[in-house]
């Protein structure tokens, strides 16, 4: 795989372990992180080039896509993959919660397909894969600002791949079910699922890559209960 790949919050997670998998493919891949030690770190650990980017910021964002662009010619794939997901009843959410939910994972994912298409579309090559969630289709108590911006970014996603269709650049959706990283460090699971591991949202990410798909949900098994969630608006 000859590709230039941008992934957004790949200093742990499913960002880093997609890194690797890409990594492994044979693809030049750049890591991008607002907590720039740890970016670096795992630039060093997976011999990529590593830099600060905090996607809630356009300037931030259009620098670190520069610095792409300079250092490897152009960006084939921009993987928006930096995310938080806040936890607890809505009534005890502040302002504040809420804005930087919105800000980083919808906002930020707006602002990373906005620059990559301005890039993409003239070349008429390009993909763009943006990291949703199963909580997108699927409501949870105690996670309704988190399923409300995931609910965004799938409507964003599946909008702009409508908009752009026929003219060379791929828009993708990933919808990952609970995973084990540090973001989910505070939840539970539920009852009787397993969760997936980091390396099973790579190897989607890796799939869509080789052969783009407007959305994927992974493990495959859970695109099922979002059928049957939208038979069952009141579940
Ligand atoms: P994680 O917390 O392990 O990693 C997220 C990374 O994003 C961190 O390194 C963090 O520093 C970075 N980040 C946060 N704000 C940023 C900003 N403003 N700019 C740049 N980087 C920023 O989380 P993860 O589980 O690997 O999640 C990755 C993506 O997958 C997120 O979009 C998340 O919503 C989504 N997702 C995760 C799960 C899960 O269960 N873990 C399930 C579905 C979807």
């Known amino acids: 795989m000859s590709k230039v790949i941008a992934i957004t919050g790949a200093a742990r997670g499913i960002g880093f372990a997609t890194a690797k998998a890409l990594l492994a493919k044979g693809a030049t891949v750049v890591i991008g992180d607002i907590d720039e030690g740890a970016a670096k770190e795992a630039g060093e650990n997976l011999g990529a080039p590593a830099y600060k980017v905090d996607v809630t910021s356009r300037e931030s964002f259009e620098a670190f896509l520069t610095k792409v662009e ?101 828009v993708s959706g990933v ?27 790579a190897a989607a990410v890796v799939a869509l890559v080789g052969k783009p798909r407007a959305q994927v949900t992974v493990p495959a098994k859970f695109a099922a209960q979002i059928r049957m969630s939208a038979l069952m608006p009141d579940r």
């Open 70 to 170: 300079e250092e490897h010619g152009q960006l084939d794939v921009l993987v928006n993959n930096a995310g938080i997901m806040p936890i607890g009843a809505v009534e005890k959410e502040s302002e504040a919660d809420a804005r930087r939910c919105m800000d980083i994972n919808v906002h930020g994912v707006m602002t990373g397909t906005k620059l990559a298409l301005d890039r993409m579309l003239p070349r008429g090559e390009g993909h763009i894969i943006n990291i949703a969630s199963l909580a997108g289709v699927l409501p949870t108590p105690g996670l309704a600002l988190y399923n409300a911006s995931k609910a965004a970014v799938v409507a964003f996603t599946e909008a702009t791949r409508l908009e752009v269709q026929g003219r060379g650049v791929h």
């Open 175 to 201: 919808l990952p079910t609970f995973t084990n990283t540090e973001l989910i460090s505070g939840t539970r699971s539920p009852k009787g699922q397993k969760n997936a591991e980091p390396e099973d949202i």
